[in-house]
Protein backbone atom coordinates (compact mmCIF):
# COMPACT_ATOMS: atom_id res chain seq x y z
CA UNK A 1 0.00 0.00 0.00
CA UNK A 2 1.04 3.42 -0.79
CA UNK A 3 -0.82 6.63 0.90
CA UNK A 4 -0.73 9.98 0.01
CA UNK A 5 -1.33 13.13 1.28
CA UNK A 6 -1.65 16.52 -0.30
CA UNK A 7 -1.63 19.64 1.02
CA UNK A 8 -1.34 23.25 -0.22
CA UNK A 9 -4.21 24.44 -1.83
CA UNK A 10 -6.08 27.17 -0.72
CA UNK A 11 -7.86 30.07 -2.26
CA UNK A 12 -5.61 32.43 -4.62
CA UNK A 13 -6.52 35.44 -6.94
CA UNK A 14 -6.12 34.95 -10.80
CA UNK A 15 -2.53 35.43 -11.77
CA UNK A 16 -1.43 34.13 -8.86
CA UNK A 17 1.15 31.21 -7.91
CA UNK A 18 0.57 28.28 -5.78
CA UNK A 19 2.24 25.05 -4.73
CA UNK A 20 1.08 22.10 -3.80
CA UNK A 21 2.96 19.81 -2.10
CA UNK A 22 2.08 15.43 -2.08
CA UNK A 23 4.06 13.23 0.90
CA UNK A 24 3.79 9.31 -0.07
CA UNK A 25 4.48 7.05 2.71
CA UNK A 26 4.12 2.75 2.55
CA UNK A 27 5.21 1.42 -0.09
CA UNK A 28 7.17 4.61 -1.40
CA UNK A 29 10.12 3.21 -2.54
CA UNK A 30 7.71 0.75 -5.16
CA UNK A 31 6.27 4.26 -6.44
CA UNK A 32 7.26 4.44 -10.78
CA UNK A 33 4.81 7.42 -11.65
CA UNK A 34 3.18 9.83 -9.71
CA UNK A 35 0.85 12.52 -11.13
CA UNK A 36 -1.45 14.95 -10.98
CA UNK A 37 -5.27 15.10 -11.72
CA UNK A 38 -8.30 18.02 -10.97
CA UNK A 39 -12.25 17.56 -10.87
CA UNK A 40 -14.07 20.64 -10.89
CA UNK A 41 -17.65 20.66 -9.69
CA UNK A 42 -20.17 18.97 -12.36
CA UNK A 43 -16.53 18.15 -14.30
CA UNK A 44 -14.94 14.62 -15.05
CA UNK A 45 -11.54 13.78 -13.58
CA UNK A 46 -8.89 15.50 -15.80
CA UNK A 47 -4.75 14.88 -15.98
CA UNK A 48 -2.69 18.22 -15.54
CA UNK A 49 0.38 16.55 -14.61
CA UNK A 50 2.45 13.22 -14.72
CA UNK A 51 5.86 12.20 -14.19
CA UNK A 52 8.57 9.34 -14.12
CA UNK A 53 9.82 8.53 -10.44
CA UNK A 54 13.07 7.51 -11.54
CA UNK A 55 14.00 9.67 -14.73
CA UNK A 56 12.03 12.71 -14.18
CA UNK A 57 10.48 12.36 -17.69
CA UNK A 58 7.54 14.79 -17.90
CA UNK A 59 4.14 15.53 -19.29
CA UNK A 60 1.64 18.00 -19.65
CA UNK A 61 -1.93 18.73 -20.75
CA UNK A 62 -2.09 21.55 -23.05
CA UNK A 63 -4.37 23.39 -20.83
CA UNK A 64 -1.77 23.91 -18.59
CA UNK A 65 1.09 23.56 -20.07
CA UNK A 66 3.80 26.83 -19.54
CA UNK A 67 1.69 27.40 -16.51
CA UNK A 68 2.38 24.50 -14.06
CA UNK A 69 5.48 22.55 -12.83
CA UNK A 70 5.56 19.19 -11.82
CA UNK A 71 8.61 18.26 -10.16
CA UNK A 72 9.85 15.31 -7.61
CA UNK A 73 11.99 14.54 -4.12
CA UNK A 74 12.77 10.95 -4.44
CA UNK A 75 14.76 10.93 -0.96
CA UNK A 76 11.65 13.06 0.42
CA UNK A 77 9.24 11.15 -1.39
CA UNK A 78 7.59 14.31 -2.10
CA UNK A 79 5.37 15.27 -5.06
CA UNK A 80 4.96 18.87 -6.17
CA UNK A 81 3.13 21.05 -8.60
CA UNK A 82 3.45 24.40 -9.18
CA UNK A 83 0.84 26.35 -10.63
CA UNK A 84 1.63 29.49 -11.94
CA UNK A 85 -0.78 32.35 -14.03
CA UNK A 86 -3.66 30.84 -12.02
CA UNK A 87 -7.42 30.93 -13.78
CA UNK A 88 -10.32 30.65 -12.40
CA UNK A 89 -10.99 27.56 -14.66
CA UNK A 90 -7.71 25.90 -12.74
CA UNK A 91 -10.51 25.55 -9.92
CA UNK A 92 -10.65 22.36 -8.69
CA UNK A 93 -9.69 19.53 -6.18
CA UNK A 94 -6.43 18.28 -6.95
CA UNK A 95 -5.17 14.97 -6.42
CA UNK A 96 -1.67 13.07 -6.44
CA UNK A 97 -1.86 9.82 -7.41
CA UNK A 98 0.92 7.32 -7.39
CA UNK A 99 1.62 4.03 -9.83
CA UNK A 100 3.64 0.92 -9.05
CA UNK A 101 4.66 0.49 -12.83
CA UNK A 102 6.01 2.38 -15.24
CA UNK A 103 3.51 2.02 -18.17
CA UNK A 104 2.71 4.21 -21.53
CA UNK A 105 0.15 6.21 -20.76
CA UNK A 106 0.87 6.18 -17.13
CA UNK A 107 -1.57 4.12 -14.93
CA UNK A 108 -2.31 4.94 -11.90
CA UNK A 109 -2.98 2.59 -8.59
CA UNK A 110 -3.42 5.38 -5.51
CA UNK A 111 -4.77 8.50 -4.70
CA UNK A 112 -4.54 11.30 -2.41
CA UNK A 113 -7.97 12.48 -0.33
CA UNK A 114 -7.39 15.37 -2.52
CA UNK A 115 -6.88 19.26 -1.65
CA UNK A 116 -9.06 22.64 -2.86
CA UNK A 117 -7.66 25.17 -4.81
CA UNK A 118 -10.45 28.27 -5.65
CA UNK A 119 -8.97 30.78 -8.23
CA UNK A 120 -11.31 34.45 -7.99
CA UNK A 121 -11.49 36.42 -10.47
Known amino acids: QVQLVESGGGLVQAGDSLRLSCAAS????????MGWFRQAPGKERESVAG????????YYPNSVKGRFTISRDKAKNMLYLQMNSLKPEDTAVYYC??????????????WGQGTPVTVSS
Open 97 to 110: AAGLKLTVPYEYDY
Open 26 to 33: GRAKSIRV
Open 51 to 58: ISWSGGST
